[in-house]
């Protein structure tokens, strides 16, 4: 029994979070007085019973409103539930609402060690990783000022700096990846990669489908305050997505947008500027040697080619590239990436990345389809730029095949 609730870092039964909506402030004094509700019950969270084992990344996914924030909430002690029990082996760092404990008139410092004993840390253990959390957060003498006259961005270095150097066994991420932009969002990335590769348990909740499945061992679904489905990544992912492709309408055809709004994508891109984050430089998308935005495709016979220069960035491994083919309503047909691939990408003699892709004889059907492209890191999961829609082709065919791809085959005898 002892081993078992040593490999227990969470269990919670028969958890509930209800809130009481009064519609008028008189009802609060009608119910003190008669002792009878005069309230409705709202429930965030219903009888939800879960246990994650020591070392599991357990993914949370639904739609908005569906509990999730509650659910975290409870788990990171900032909520109470109103009924069930909860059982918690181990530190827990919540990457919440970052920096909500701050008090705006202290000092950056004084934060720190305020948020350091709030977490339960003594004194001389925040005094061993102070110096830690001020390098990692970058801030500068702002360290030493009141977070009152913070910018954002120095608000939540700090606030995810102390979050994550409390060393924790449990670690609460609601749904970003990393926080702020640029060489921090990489920096951010990393220290949570690192908790993962250090077998940390880690619950994670996001939007992004693909993040999910990467990262996650098991994935629970939440919907209307109760779990729904949990199980492993594809399954529960794929039933999920499905509902919400079912439930989404159909997206506008770029093709109804003018000709400046297209020829805007280009423009954008020619204009960055090289920043120390790797960054999208150039898409190009070719269809049988010609160059475009909006392509005519032959089934079964036009080659479709990619070609996407971005820069490398500084201090950071080579990115990777990926690239997906979409209906109109949104929905992935295929996907091809360099990290899944095994491709490691090449420079260029300007030293900017370069990818290109080839897809032969492209087998789709008729009907209209979008391709998006992704800058992301060498593991293929950090995502630093999508660019959505940066071609549009018309596929049309000779044939009466239905479907939206043609998969070889053979008649037998």
């Known amino acids: 029994m002892e081993s078992a609730m040593k490999e227990t870092a969470i269990s919670m039964?028969?958890?509930?979070?209800?809130?009481?909506?009064?519609?008028?402030?008189?009802?609060?004094?009608?119910?003190?007085?008669?002792?009878?509700?005069?309230?409705?019950?709202?429930?965030?969270?219903?009888?939800?019973?879960?246990?994650?084992s020591k070392g599991e990344v357990l993914g949370v996914i639904g739609q908005n409103g569906a509990g999730k924030s509650t659910l975290l909430k409870v788990l990171s002690r900032t909520l109470l539930p109103s009924t069930g029990e909860i059982e918690i082996n181990g530190r827990v760092a919540a990457l919440l609402e970052l920096g909500a404990s701050f008090h705006p008139e202290m000092t950056g410092k004084e934060?720190?060690?305020?948020?350091?004993?709030?977490?339960?840390?003594?004194?001389?253990?925040?005094?061993?990783?102070?110096?830690?959390?001020?390098?990692?957060?970058?801030?500068?003498?702002?360290?030493?000022?009141?977070?009152?006259?913070?910018s954002s961005g120095m608000f939540v270095r700090l606030a995810f700096a102390i979050a994550t150097h409390i060393d924790p066994e449990i670690l609460i991420i609601d749904e970003a990846l990393s926080v702020g932009d640029g060489a921090f969002s990489r920096k951010s990335f990393d220290r949570i990669m690192d908790f993962k590769d250090a077998g940390k348990t880690i619950l994670f909740c996001s939007h992004s489908m693909y993040q999910v499945e990467v990262l996650c061992d098991r994935v629970v679904w939440l919907e209307n305050g109760s779990i729904r489905k949990m199980g492993k990544p594809v399954e529960v992912i794929t039933e999920y997505t499905e509902?919400?492709?079912?439930?989404?309408?159909?997206?506008?055809?770029?093709?109804?947008?003018?000709?400046?709004?297209?020829?805007?994508?280009?423009?954008?891109?020619?204009?960055?500027k090289v920043k120390n984050i790797p960054s999208i430089r150039n898409v190009q998308v070719s269809a049988d040697g010609v160059l475009g935005?909006?392509?005519?495709?032959d089934s079964g016979k036009s080659n479709l080619e990619v070609s996407v220069i971005f820069?490398?960035?500084e201090g950071v491994p080579l990115a990777s590239v990926a690239v997906a083919i979409s209906r109109g309503d949104g929905r992935i047909?295929?996907?091809?990436?360099?990290?899944?691939?095994?491709?490691?990408?090449?420079?260029?003699?300007?030293?900017?990345?370069?990818?290109?892709i080839l897809f032969p004889k492209l087998?789709?059907?008729?009907?209209?389809?979008?391709?998006?492209?992704?800058?992301?890191?060498?593991?293929?999961?950090?995502?630093?730029?999508?660019?959505?829609?940066?071609?549009?082709?018309?596929?049309?065919?000779?044939?009466?095949?239905?479907?939206?791809v043609k998969l070889p085959h053979e008649w037998l005898d």
């Open 13 to 52: 039964q028969g958890i509930s979070k209800y809130y009481k909506f009064y519609e008028k402030e008189i009802d609060r004094a009608k119910e003190i007085f008669t002792g009878k509700p005069f309230y409705q019950k709202i429930e965030a969270l219903k009888e939800t019973s879960l246990d994650v």
């Open 111 to 150: 934060n720190v060690y305020l948020s350091g004993a709030i977490q339960g840390l003594n004194t001389k253990d925040i005094d061993r990783i102070y110096g830690e959390v001020v390098n990692f957060a970058d801030i500068g003498d702002f360290i030493n000022r009141p977070v009152k006259t913070y």
């Open 243 to 272: 509902l919400l492709r079912m439930a989404a309408p159909k997206e506008e055809s770029i093709s109804t947008t003018n000709q400046l709004e297209k020829e805007s994508f280009q423009k954008e891109l020619d204009e960055k």
């Open 293 to 297: 935005k909006v392509h005519k495709i």
């Open 311 to 313: 820069d490398i960035g």
């Open 333 to 356: 047909i295929t996907s091809a990436g360099s990290v899944n691939d095994g491709v490691t990408l090449s420079t260029n003699d300007s030293g900017q990345g370069v990818a290109k």
């Open 363 to 404: 087998p789709l059907l008729r009907g209209n389809y979008f391709l998006d492209v992704a800058l992301l890191c060498e593991k293929g999961i950090h995502l630093y730029e999508n660019v959505r829609q940066a071609a549009e082709f018309n596929v049309e065919q000779k044939g009466l095949e239905r479907g939206i």
